[in-house]
């Protein structure tokens, strides 16, 4: 099993363009997240998802969107980079409701110039 | 949720036990308390958690004070390898975990 892969691994993007980090998952978890962790800083929840076609605003939604139209795969969407939104990005999944054990992704480390 | 308090940073020596505190005064009776850990900018990695009984596994113990009002990670016995930033996150049963800056920890040979 891979567990929770994240596509790219890297990426610089210019102000003003677009892109999608993908992150995908074969453990068939119910629940799936999006984080952003800042320099020197904690995670912060960006989006999350109780399941599929489902999607929640976290604690820093503002300039992202997410869709979760299959199961296994959570994309996390920015329309129009900015530098702000340097980070790393890390996906991470969770079983079902009375489990506790997030699994994290290996992370997405963005750049914007 | 309840916000945690924990040190910046600590130094353990190999083989000795480490002790994390973390301080979660505002703590409600529905919420549990998570430890996580993040190894050198890796994706984080579940420790252990509780809610109101010590737990123990096979990476570390979990000791909760009786008003909740506290807790202490313990790693029995330190390796080099345990080196990583440790989070104590205290989250009710929605599973929307919020990390703080946690504490660096640092064992040394």
């Known amino acids: 099993n891979a567990g929770v892969t994240q596509t790219p691994k890297f990426r610089v993007l210019k102000t003003g363009q677009s892109m999608t980090l993908l992150c995908a998952q074969d453990m068939n978890h119910e629940y799936m997240y999006w984080y952003r962790q800042d320099p020197g800083m904690g995670l912060r929840l960006i989006h999350y998802s109780v399941g599929e076609g489902t999607t929640a605003k976290g604690e820093v939604p503002d300039g992202y969107n997410v869709s979760r139209l299959k199961k296994q795969n959570f994309l996390l969407g920015l329309e129009s980079a900015a530098p702000s939104q340097t980070s790393v990005y890390f996906c991470?999944?969770?079983?079902?409701?009375?489990?506790?054990?997030?699994?994290f992704g290996p992370g997405t480390r963005l750049t914007v110039t | 949720d309840a916000k945690t308090t924990q040190p910046t940073s600590m130094d353990c020596a190999e083989g000795r036990a480490a002790n994390l505190p973390c301080n979660h005064s505002?703590?409600?009776?529905?919420?549990?308390v998570y430890w996580y850990r993040q190894i050198h900018s890796q994706g984080p990695q579940y420790i252990i958690h509780g809610l109101k009984n010590n737990e123990t596994n096979e990476m570390a113990s979990l000791i909760i004070t009786e008003d909740r009002k506290s807790s202490t990670l313990i790693l029995p016995h330190a390796t080099l390898r345990d080196t990583a930033v440790y989070y104590c996150i205290v989250e009710s049963n929605d599973y929307k975990l919020s990390f703080g800056a946690g504490t660096t920890v640092t064992v040394r040979a």
């Open positions: 991470a999944t969770l079983s079902d409701r009375g489990t506790y054990e997030q699994y």
């Open positions: 505002t703590i409600s009776g529905n919420e549990y």
